[in-house]
């Protein structure tokens, strides 16, 4: 059983950034992922890296903006988000699978409760 709790969430202006970090609660070989789900919309992913400290792959629409990283010494995974935009509104979860970061909410085993990030325009 692996326990994710994500903090960094907030309110920031267009233009702005936030560094999201999610602490596991065991240590392993295990990919991390975000995803976010905005109200009214699916949960949707964002970025993940693998459990080797990469390779990392994001979604379109953060490419350029968004940069996942992982400190396997604290079992800790971030996410620094660049250039906010309002779109980008929504909570947003860690997750963990095994091994190989993909991009589909249902390879992932465990889920954090997730952080409100809020961009206002």
């Known amino acids: 059983q692996v326990q994710l709790v994500e903090s960094g969430g907030g309110l920031v202006h267009t233009g702005g950034s936030l560094r999201l970090s999610c602490a596991a609660s065991v240590r392993g070989f295990y990919a991390m992922g975000w995803f976010r789900q905005a109200p009214g919309k699916e949960r949707e992913f964002v970025a993940g890296i693998s459990w080797n400290d990469g390779p990392t792959i994001y979604a379109d629409s953060v490419k350029g903006r968004f940069t996942i990283s992982r400190d396997n010494a604290k079992n800790t995974m971030y996410l620094q988000m660049n250039s906010l935009k309002p779109e980008d509104t929504a909570i947003y979860y860690c997750?963990?699978?095994?091994?190989?970061?993909?991009?589909?909410?249902?390879?992932?085993?465990?889920w954090g409760q997730g952080t409100q990030v809020t961009v206002s325009s």
């Open positions: 997750a963990t699978r095994a091994q190989i970061a993909t991009m589909a909410s249902t390879d992932y085993n465990y």
